[in-house]
């Protein structure tokens, strides 16, 4: 009873808009093949929903609680079975590792309990907890996401290989879009992003820097100005970050 909660990295994101307190997007969505969490339900008596792993995280706030607590499923097995989460990626890192977690969990839940909920159900409820934990849900290893994070559609991406560099930054996601919000909003330009949704990832860097890819990267640099000085040059940066990477 054990599954993988992969990374993602964001190969583009641009903001598209703003509606009732969130931001829309137009976003890539790479799964990140060699970095994962891992999430396992394993045997024990426990008189509430008990997760390890995740530190001092209280588990009313824990993404993986406020899932199980979304799918809405009468069921006596958390209380013979605790879950387990062996951690490998950071958090505030743009790399979505509590949405993931909270994808596969979803996944793996409902597989092993048979619950026999469809992805796209799933993937709704999910969407109640987290704008990226849609896209866990679903699994693809490419997707363009849009909307408010709740579209999801494969994309069949040119392959390639994704070298990570993970400074020891952490970056507060609604800090990042509340200085986006505050600083770039007006700025945005959507006819310069027509068409991404159609091309490779490897195709859109190549026409684009880092700030030009994703809207973000500016909003992060200046709540964290110390981005700057780590920034590797020619690199991407992923989500909100700070993770920055590169596609070969």
Not at 179 to 184: D, G, K, P, Q, W
């Amino acid at each position: 009873m054990t599954i993988k909660a992969h990374a993602k990295i964001n190969t583009f994101l641009k903001i598209t808009g703003h509606k009732n307190g969130y931001h829309t997007l137009l976003s890539r969505f790479i799964k990140v093949p060699h970095l994962y969490d891992i999430i396992s339900f394993e045997p024990q008596e426990c008189e509430e929903f008990t997760i390890e792993g995740c530190g001092d995280v209280p588990i009313q706030s824990n993404t993986i609680y406020k899932s199980f607590l979304a799918m809405d499923t009468d069921t006596d097995f958390f209380k013979h079975h605790k879950v387990v989460v062996e951690k490998n990626i950071p958090s505030g890192a743009g790399l979505g590792g509590g949405s993931s977690d909270a994808g596969a969990f979803m996944r793996l839940f409902n597989e092993v309990c048979s619950l026999g909920i469809d992805t796209p159900t799933l993937a709704k409820m999910g969407s109640t907890v987290g704008a990226d934990i849609p896209f866990f849900v679903y699994d693809y290893d490419s997707a363009n996401v849009s909307g408010f994070g709740e579209v999801v559609e494969e994309f069949d991406d040119e392959p390639f290989e994704i070298e990570l560099f993970m400074p020891d930054i952490h970056c507060d996601t609604p800090l990042v879009y509340k200085t986006f919000r505050r600083e770039l909003f007006d700025k945005i330009e959507p006819t310069r992003f027509l068409g991404w949704e159609k091309l490779s990832s490897v195709e859109v860097l190549s026409k684009v820097d880092a700030v030009e890819a994703n809207d973000l990267y500016r909003a992060s640099l200046i709540a964290y100005p110390k981005l700057q000085e780590v920034a590797p040059k020619d690199w991407y940066f992923s989500g909100s970050g700070s993770t920055f990477f590169k596609i070969k």
